[in-house]
C-alpha cells in the first residue's frame, strides 16, 4: 500500500518568512495529493490539493508543487502570519482508492 | 450549524466494554470516511461509505470494529470489547468529491 513520510516534522519561522514541508510518497499510481491544516484542538481542514497532472497549484500565499518523477510533493507558505501557526498534514490517495495515507505532520510555529 | 457534528465529544469506558459514536455528515454529502487518530500521528482511514453502502473498509480494523450507514445519513462506529490501544480521536469526515474534505470535531475515547 501507501506509504507517506513528512519533513521536518516542527518547523519555526519568523513572522513574514516562508515556509517549505515536504512529503515523499512510494507507489506511483498515487494521482491526489491534498494538504490539511488542523490548529490546536480542532479538525483537519483542507486547504489545498493537487492532482497528479498538475505540476503545481497555487491559492494565495500558499502553493503546493508535485514531481512525479521523483514521488514527492511540497507545501510552501509564503509572507507566514501567526494565525499560520499550525500542524500541517499532506496525504496521498492512490487512483480509485478511498484508503487515503497521511503524513505525519509538521508542526509549525510562526514567531510574530 | 450545517458541518459535520460528531457525538458524544468525548468517551470514557473501561477496558472490555463496548461504544459507539454518532456522525452527521453535511446533508447533501453521499460519501461518509472515520479516520482514527493518535496523538502526534496524521489521520489514519478506518472505513469509507458512498451512500448506505459500505465500500471500503482498512485491513488494519479488527472485527470488533463495525461501521453502519443505514439510510445513506448518519453513521455510526462501534467498537466492542474495548481495549486500550482504542484510546484515541475518531474523527468523521464527509463529502460530495471523492475525497475527505469536512471533518467533524471528532469523538475522544479514553480505555481505562
Redesign the interface.
Same mark, same amino acid.
Given at each position: 500500500g501507501e506509504n507517506?513520510e513528512?519533513h521536518p516534522s516542527t518547523l519555526s519561522v519568523q513572522e513574514g518568512d516562508s515556509a517549505v514541508i515536504k512529503c515523499t510518497y512510494s507507489d506511483s499510481a498515487s494521482n491526489?495529493f491534498?494538504w490539511y491544516k488542523q490548529e490546536l484542538g480542532? !479538525?483537519?481542514?483542507?486547504i489545498i490539493?493537487i492532482r497528479s497532472n498538475v505540476g503545481e497549484k497555487k491559492d494565495q500565499r500558499i502553493a503546493v508543487t508535485l514531481n512525479k518523477t521523483a514521488k514527492h510533493f511540497s507545501l510552501h507558505i509564503t509572507e507566514t502570519q501567526p494565525e499560520d501557526s499550525a500542524v500541517y498534514?499532506c496525504?496521498a !490517495?492512490l487512483y480509485n482508492?478511498?484508503?487515503? !495515507?497521511?503524513?505525519?505532520?509538521t508542526r509549525l510555529t510562526v514567531k510574530p | 450549524d450545517t458541518g459535520v457534528s460528531q457525538d458524544p465529544r468525548h468517551k470514557i469506558t473501561k477496558r472490555g466494554q463496548n461504544v459507539t459514536f454518532r456522525c452527521d455528515p453535511i446533508s447533501e454529502h453521499n460519501r461518509l470516511y472515520w479516520y482514527r487518530q493518535t496523538l502526534g500521528q496524521g489521520p489514519e482511514f478506518l472505513t469509507y461509505f458512498q451512500n448506505e453502502a459500505q465500500l471500503e473498509k482498512s485491513r488494519l480494523l479488527s472485527d470488533r470494529f463495525s461501521a453502519e450507514r443505514p439510510k445513506g445519513s448518519f453513521s455510526t462506529l462501534e467498537i466492542q470489547r474495548t481495549e486500550q490501544g482504542d484510546s484515541a480521536m475518531y474523527l468523521c469526515a464527509s463529502s460530495s468529491t471523492g475525497v475527505p474534505e469536512f471533518f467533524g470535531p471528532g469523538t475522544r475515547l479514553t480505555v481505562l
Amino acid at each position: 500500500g501507501e506509504n507517506v513520510e513528512q519533513h521536518p516534522s516542527t518547523l519555526s519561522v519568523q513572522e513574514g518568512d516562508s515556509a517549505v514541508i515536504k512529503c515523499t510518497y512510494s507507489d506511483s499510481a498515487s494521482n491526489y495529493f491534498p494538504w490539511y491544516k488542523q490548529e490546536l484542538g480542532k !479538525r483537519p481542514q483542507l486547504i489545498i490539493d493537487i492532482r497528479s497532472n498538475v505540476g503545481e497549484k497555487k491559492d494565495q500565499r500558499i502553493a503546493v508543487t508535485l514531481n512525479k518523477t521523483a514521488k514527492h510533493f511540497s507545501l510552501h507558505i509564503t509572507e507566514t502570519q501567526p494565525e499560520d501557526s499550525a500542524v500541517y498534514f499532506c496525504a496521498a !490517495r492512490l487512483y480509485n482508492n478511498n484508503d487515503m !495515507r497521511f503524513g505525519a505532520g509538521t508542526r509549525l510555529t510562526v514567531k510574530p | 450549524d450545517t458541518g459535520v457534528s460528531q457525538d458524544p465529544r468525548h468517551k470514557i469506558t473501561k477496558r472490555g466494554q463496548n461504544v459507539t459514536f454518532r456522525c452527521d455528515p453535511i446533508s447533501e454529502h453521499n460519501r461518509l470516511y472515520w479516520y482514527r487518530q493518535t496523538l502526534g500521528q496524521g489521520p489514519e482511514f478506518l472505513t469509507y461509505f458512498q451512500n448506505e453502502a459500505q465500500l471500503e473498509k482498512s485491513r488494519l480494523l479488527s472485527d470488533r470494529f463495525s461501521a453502519e450507514r443505514p439510510k445513506g445519513s448518519f453513521s455510526t462506529l462501534e467498537i466492542q470489547r474495548t481495549e486500550q490501544g482504542d484510546s484515541a480521536m475518531y474523527l468523521c469526515a464527509s463529502s460530495s468529491t471523492g475525497v475527505p474534505e469536512f471533518f467533524g470535531p471528532g469523538t475522544r475515547l479514553t480505555v481505562l
